[in-house]
């Protein structure tokens, strides 16, 4: 599993509905309204690096009242949620 965090800068009157919109996207698992500089933030998770190519770029930039995307892929987990996860499929050890 691949994640990426995006940040996302929308048409401050277009809010509900870019969330909205990138909440359906296949690939995004969560999207939060935050503060400070970006207005949300879009949880991708997916099975390739190769797929965030078609889930960011390809698609979730072009929802209409996205502004700028700034895009972050995670490489380590750290969450107790995902260790959970793992163990209970039967990984050994998460390296």
């Known amino acids: 599993m691949v994640t990426a965090i995006v940040h996302i800068k929308a048409d401050v009157a277009r809010i509900p509905e870019v969330a909205e919109?990138?909440?359906?996207i296949d690939g995004v698992s969560e999207v939060y309204s935050i503060t400070g500089e970006y207005d949300l933030l879009a949880m991708?998770?997916?099975?390739?690096?190769?797929?965030?190519a078609d889930v960011v770029p390809r698609t979730l930039?072009?929802?209409?009242?996205?502004l700028h995307t700034e895009t972050h892929v995670a490489?380590?987990?750290?969450?107790k949620h995902d260790l959970d996860a793992a163990f209970s499929i039967g990984?050994?050890?998460?390296?």
């Open 21 to 24: 919109a990138v909440a359906d």
């Open 44 to 52: 991708v998770r997916v099975s390739s690096y190769e797929r965030i």
């Open 61 to 66: 930039n072009k929802v209409p009242g996205i």
């Open 75 to 79: 490489f380590r987990t750290y969450s």
């Open 91 to 95: 990984l050994a050890d998460a390296d």
